[in-house]
């Protein structure tokens, strides 16, 4: 078995946009919950992030990663372009499957469960309480606000979020969705120990905003 760097490591040979400092606090973030850790991420992509969240919770030797997202390479309108060329880089097929295979030659299939659809699909049904809440998927301001209101009321009190291209600077419009949810949402009193790692923000929801939770959590 390897180690958390290790699977930075293993991360960083998937095509993705998650390195370096920000990969490296993110398996330890995933690493730091406690037994039987929920992790749902949204936008998965080809499993960049994926490996790093379930390679801890391997370490850990419990836990489940949850990845949300359609696999048609939809999003932003500036991203969609960028998805689109890197799937062709690898020959085409089916983005789901390249994800798959990526998981497998990590050796983690047994820590990850896909949830083929939109955020705010996924959400309709869910159920489960969450540990720590990745956002990396649709970064226009409708597309990041919707997911965000569809999953952080699963989010446990003292739970963890995490969001992705969220450093200050100029972006292309329709793309800052992400970077406005940091200004307008993850603050005090709902969130508390707000520091933003290279370009990803982490942040930990106030251990008093369980009544956040929608009922049927029973939290």
């Known amino acids: 078995m ?27 973030a995933s690493f730091s919950l406690s037994v ?3 992790i749902v991420e949204i ?5 960049c992030c994926t490996v790093l969240l379930a390679g801890a919770r391997r370490l850990r030797g419990s836990g489940m990663v949850h990845s ?8 932003d309108a ?10 062709t880089s ?36 869910w159920e489960l309480p969450i540990d720590l809440l990745l956002l990396d998927g649709d970064q226009s301001p409708r597309g990041a606000r919707e997911a965000f209101e569809s999953w952080v009321p699963f989010l446990k009190p003292a739970g963890i979020i995490v969001l992705r ?17 940091v200004l307008e949402q993850i603050v005090p009193p709902q969130f508390t120990d707000v520091r933003l790692v290279g370009a990803t923000t982490f942040a930990q929801q106030a251990a008093d905003f369980g009544r956040h939770l929608k009922p049927s959590l029973g939290v």
């Open 165 to 181: 291209n969220t450093k200050p600077r100029e972006y292309v419009e329709g793309h800052d969705g992400h970077r406005r949810l």
């Open 68 to 75: 949300v997202d359609p696999f048609d390479c939809s999003g």
């Open 2 to 28: 390897t180690n958390l760097q290790g699977y930075v490591q293993m991360s960083s040979m998937i095509p993705g946009w998650t390195r370096n400092e920000d990969a490296e606090e993110l398996a330890r």
């Open 90 to 125: 690898l020959g085409g097929g089916s983005v789901r499957a390249h994800f798959e295979a990526n998981i497998r030659r990590a050796g983690l299939s047994r820590w990850v469960q896909v949830h083929q659809g939109r955020a705010a699909e996924v959400a309709a049904t």
């Open 36 to 38: 039987d850790a929920i």
């Open 43 to 47: 936008g998965a992509f080809l499993g």
């Open 78 to 87: 500036f991203s969609v372009p960028h998805y689109q060329q890197i799937v």
